[in-house]
């Protein structure tokens, strides 16, 4: 029995687009809205932090 082996192929290149950023699905958030977020987020835990920190 003979197995074909795939070839080897340098990460991001599937399917014959490479690095293709994907269109998000409809009613999903943009990628900026998602940054936007996580920036936010960061800021909140830096906070919880100090606050933690601070003992208050």
Do not use: C, Y
């Not at 994907?22 to 919880?48: T, Y």
């Amino acid at each position: 029995m003979t197995t074909s082996e795939r070839p080897d192929r340098p990460p991001g290149l599937r399917g014959g687009r490479p690095n293709a950023l994907q269109e998000p699905h409809p009613g999903a958030p943009s990628r900026a809205l998602r940054m936007r977020a996580a920036d936010g987020w960061e800021k909140f835990m830096r906070r919880v932090e100090a606050q933690r920190d601070t003992g208050a």
